[in-house]
C-alpha cells in the first residue's frame, strides 16, 4: 500500500510526516539535521525514492543532501552549488543559501535545478551528487541588472525561486526572482527572457518596466499546457501561452482582503483550480494573515471568482505568516492541501479546502512544505 | 600539525575535535583537511576562497583575515563557530 509524505522543511531542521493513503493516521519522523536550516527538501516524483534537501547550518556555508532510503542515511552533495571563483580583480560572488530544489524533466531522469541566493541557477545530471552552475543564467551579462543589483534583499537574501520545468519541454524552464521578476527559458537555460508584461510593479517608478518584478511564487500546471499562475508582490496572476500577457485575476478577491500573499497551489489534475493564502500587504507590510483570521481562498474557474476556505481555522487572534514554499496540494482524490506556518503548525485539508484540522504544532519555523506518495 | 574544530564540524570529521593536516599555507592546509574529510573545506571557506561570515580562524591563538597565511609546522590552528541571535 502506497504512503503519503508530508516533507517540512524548517528553520531548524527537516522533519516528515507520513500517512497512508487514507490520511487518517500520522507518525513523524525527525528532526533531521537538527538545528540546521533546510529550506527546502523534494522526494523525485521520478523514482520515488531520491530526497534532496538544501541545508545550510548558521555557521557554516551552503549545501545540498541526498537519501535514497527516505532519511535513515544522507550524503553530501560532492560538489555543491558554487559560483565560479572570480578572475583576479573580478567581483566574485559566493552562494549564501541554496533555495529551491526542483527536479529536472520526466525525460531527464537524473536531472534538477537549484535556485539560490543571491540569484543563481544550477543544474545536477547525477541526481544531486554534484552540481555546475547554468551559464546562460549566472553568466549573463544582464542578470545583475534583472536583479536590480545583488543588495542583500529582500529577507534572508534575494533568491532565484519557483523553478518550473514544462512538463510538455524539457527545455523550457520559468524561474522567479525577488526582485527581479519571472524569466524563461527555451534552450535549457542557455538564453532567458523576462515574462512579466500585465503585472503591476507599483513600487518602481516605473510600473510598466519589462522586469525588476518581485514574484513570490510561480507555478505551472503540471498536466495542462498553457497555464501559468503566479502570487506576486503586487497581486495574484494568470498567464494563458499564446496571449502573454498576465492577467489580474486577484482583483477578483474580496476588496476587504486583497490578493497580497506569498504561496500558491494548484490541483494537481484541473488546471483552473488554485488555492492562496492571503495575507496583510499593507503599511509596514505584516505579512499576517487578514485581521489575524486565517484563510486560504480558492478558485474554481481559474480566477474569475474566489470562494474563502477557513472552516476549522483559527477565528481570531491568528496571526499566520506562511512563506512562498510552505503551501501545497497532494495528488490524491479529492486533494489534500497543506501549510505551515512561521510559528510551527502545520495544517491541513483532506478535502480540497472544505474543514482544516492542525496536524503538528511546536515545530520550528516552517520554510517549505512537499509532499510525496512513496511505495 | 594540529587543528581543533568547532563541534558544528564534527560530523565531517567522526566526532574528532582535534585532528592532523598538513601544509606550507593555511590554504594548502584546508586543501588536505578536505582530502581527509571531504566536504569540510567549503562549509568554512566560500567558493572565493573567503573564510566565512561566522567562522574565525586562529594561528597561535592569534585571528587570520585570510587563507595566505603562512604557517609553520608546530603552529596551532584553532576554528571557531561565531553565530549570534536565535
Known amino acids: 500500500m502506497s504512503r503519503l509524505l508530508v516533507l517540512v522543511g524548517t528553520r531548524k531542521g527537516f522533519f516528515i510526516l507520513s500517512s497512508g493513503a487514507d490520511r487518517h493516521e500520522w507518525s513523524i519522523d525527525g528532526p533531521h539535521f537538527l538545528g540546521q536550516v533546510v529550506n527546502h527538501a523534494v522526494l523525485d516524483p521520478r523514482d520515488g525514492r531520491t530526497l534532496l534537501a538544501a541545508v545550510r547550518a548558521g555557521h557554516l556555508g551552503p549545501t545540498a543532501y541526498r537519501s535514497e532510503d527516505l532519511g535513515k542515511t544522507w550524503t553530501e552533495a560532492r560538489i555543491p552549488p558554487a559560483f565560479r571563483k572570480a578572475a583576479e580583480g573580478e567581483r566574485g560572488e559566493a552562494v549564501s543559501h541554496v533555495f529551491w530544489l526542483t527536479p529536472g524533466h520526466a525525460s531527464q531522469p537524473s536531472r534538477w535545478y537549484a535556485g539560490v541566493s543571491p540569484p543563481g541557477l544550477f543544474v545536477s545530471d547525477d541526481a544531486g551528487r554534484s552540481w555546475k552552475g547554468v551559464a546562460g543564467f549566472n553568466e549573463n551579462p544582464d542578470r545583475i541588472k534583472w536583479c536590480g543589483g545583488l543588495q542583500d534583499a529582500p529577507p534572508d537574501g534575494a533568491t532565484l525561486h519557483s523553478l518550473n520545468v514544462d512538463p510538455f519541454d524539457a527545455d523550457h524552464l520559468y524561474i522567479g526572482i525577488s526582485t527581479g521578476g519571472v524569466f524563461e527559458s527555451r534552450d535549457a537555460g542557455a538564453t532567458w527572457s523576462p515574462l512579466n508584461e500585465g503585472v503591476a510593479a507599483d513600487f518602481l517608478p516605473d510600473p510598466g518596466v519589462a522586469f525588476g518584478h518581485d514574484p513570490h511564487c510561480l507555478r505551472v500546471h503540471g498536466a495542462s499546457r498553457d497555464v501559468v499562475y503566479q502570487q506576486n508582490h503586487c497581486g495574484i496572476y494568470r498567464l494563458d501561452r499564446g496571449a502573454d500577457r498576465w492577467q489580474r485575476i486577484g482583483e477578483r478577491m474580496p476588496k476587504e482582503v486583497g490578493d497580497i500573499g506569498f504561496p500558491l497551489t494548484l490541483h494537481p489534475r484541473d488546471a483552473k483550480t488554485l488555492w492562496v493564502f492571503p495575507m496583510d500587504g499593507g503599511t509596514v507590510w505584516p505579512r499576517t494573515a487578514i485581521g489575524g483570521k486565517p484563510a486560504v481562498y480558492e478558485s474554481r474557474d481559474a480566477g474569475e471568482s474566489w470562494q474563502r476556505r477557513d472552516n476549522g481555522l483559527p477565528r481570531e487572534q491568528a496571526w499566520f505568516t506562511v512563506k512562498r514554499q510552505a503551501m501545497t496540494s497532494d495528488t490524491l482524490d479529492p486533494v489534500g492541501l497543506y501549510f505551515g506556518t512561521t510559528g510551527g503548525e502545520l495544517w491541513a485539508s483532506f478535502d480540497e479546502g472544505g474543514a482544516w484540522q492542525c496536524l503538528r504544532m511546536h515545530l520550528p519555523h516552517i520554510y517549505s512544505i512537499e509532499t510525496a506518495i512513496v511505495p | ?86
Do not use: C, W
Request: aromatic content about 4%; hydrophobic content about 45%; proline content about 6%.
Open chain 2, 1 to 86: 600539525m594540529k587543528v581543533r574544530l568547532p563541534t558544528p564540524l564534527s560530523d565531517y570529521t567522526a566526532q574528532a575535535r582535534e585532528v592532523e593536516a598538513e601544509g606550507a599555507t593555511l590554504a594548502e592546509l584546508l586543501d588536505d583537511l578536505d582530502r581527509r574529510f571531504p566536504g569540510i573545506r567549503f562549509r568554512m571557506i566560500d567558493e572565493q576562497g573567503a573564510i566565512r561570515a561566522h567562522i574565525k580562524i586562529f594561528v597561535n591563538r592569534r585571528q587570520v583575515p585570510g587563507i595566505a597565511s603562512r604557517l609553520e609546522p608546530s603552529d596551532e590552528v584553532l576554528v571557531v563557530a561565531a553565530l549570534s541571535g536565535g
